[in-house]
């Protein structure tokens, strides 16, 4: 009988390797261990073949990544929350300042961030999502620490925000996952943190919609994915 059995050999044992796509007997083989080649030979009933097979295998070398220094933002914060596509694309708004919430917005290069239009609403720890372009912004803190609480939700077209249709509940410390036109805000607070909540609504980019309820109750979620 042919087989589709493959070995290789490390100068000391022989190894299983994955198998051949065709069975077959006589060929002719060439190459080494990682990049090889086998043609023609004969099926089990004595046909011809001339398919060519080719085997690469490849170990890669997994370098760590590491942080270095970019360019600040125009305001510093706390409680911030943003999104983007790519480190050359990103975004951030909203969050704490000492004593106070904030509206600002900003945009990121790359290299720098530039000061963009504020969000209506200053508010901390809401949940965000989308593109630098088409953002969104929901829930928060109106105030520093977890009261009050807003349903207020925003879009962001690159240039300006604009006020949306509201959450069906309020909450501060929520998670958003999506994209402006698709999301999902999921968990929170309605008091700060003693009321942590389960509450799960989708967003179709123009009103909320309540969705069964994620199984945990929780705040300071964050989240990602569509």
Same mark, same amino acid.
């Given at each position: 009988?042919?087989?589709?059995?493959?070995?290789?050999?490390?100068?000391?044992?022989?190894?299983?390797?994955?198998?051949?796509?065709t069975a077959r007997q006589g060929s002719a083989g060439f190459g080494t261990s990682t990049d090889a080649?086998?043609?023609?030979?004969a099926l089990a009933n004595g046909t011809a073949v001339k398919n060519v097979e080719e085997f690469h295998?490849?170990?890669?070398?997994?370098?760590?990544?590491?942080?270095?220094?970019?360019?600040?933002?125009?305001?510093?914060?706390?409680?911030?929350?943003?999104?983007?596509?790519?480190?050359?694309?990103?975004?951030?708004?909203?969050?704490?300042?000492?004593?106070?919430?904030?509206?600002?917005?900003?945009?990121?290069?790359?290299?720098?961030?530039?000061?963009?239009?504020?969000?209506?609403?200053?508010?901390?720890?809401?949940?965000?999502?989308?593109?630098?372009?088409?953002?969104?912004?929901?829930?928060?803190?109106?105030?520093?620490?977890?009261?009050?609480?807003?349903?207020?939700? /925003? /879009?962001?077209?690159?240039?300006?925000?604009?006020?949306?249709?509201?959450?069906?509940?309020?909450?501060?410390?929520?998670?958003?996952?999506?994209?402006?036109?698709?999301?999902?805000?999921?968990?929170?607070?309605?008091?700060?943190?003693?009321?942590?909540?389960?509450?799960?609504?989708?967003?179709?980019?123009?009103?909320?919609?309540?969705?069964?309820?994620?199984?945990?109750?929780?705040?300071?979620?964050?989240?990602?994915?569509?």
């Amino acid at each position: 009988p042919t087989t589709t059995n493959s070995r290789a050999y490390d100068g000391t044992n022989w190894t299983t390797s994955p198998a051949l796509s065709t069975a077959r007997q006589g060929s002719a083989g060439f190459g080494t261990s990682t990049d090889a080649v086998m043609g023609a030979g004969a099926l089990a009933n004595g046909t011809a073949v001339k398919n060519v097979e080719e085997f690469h295998s490849q170990l890669a070398v997994v370098t760590a990544g590491a942080w270095s220094s970019g360019g600040n933002l125009t305001v510093g914060r706390e409680s911030i929350r943003g999104g983007g596509l790519s480190q050359n694309a990103a975004w951030v708004a909203g969050g704490e300042a000492p004593g106070a919430t904030v509206n600002s917005s900003e945009e990121y290069n790359g290299t720098a961030w530039t000061e963009g239009n504020n969000l209506n609403t200053a508010r901390r720890a809401g949940g965000t999502g989308g593109s630098q372009t088409a953002a969104l912004y929901t829930g928060g803190n109106t105030a520093p620490g977890g009261t009050p609480v807003t349903a207020n939700s /925003e /879009e962001y077209n690159g240039t300006s925000w604009t006020e949306g249709n509201n959450l069906n509940t309020a909450r501060g410390e929520v998670g958003n996952a999506g994209v402006q036109t698709s999301s999902l805000s999921v968990g929170g607070s309605s008091d700060g943190g003693t009321n942590a909540l389960n509450n799960s609504e989708s967003y179709n980019g123009t009103s909320y919609s309540n969705e069964t309820v994620f199984p945990t109750t929780g705040y300071g979620v964050v989240g990602t994915g569509t």
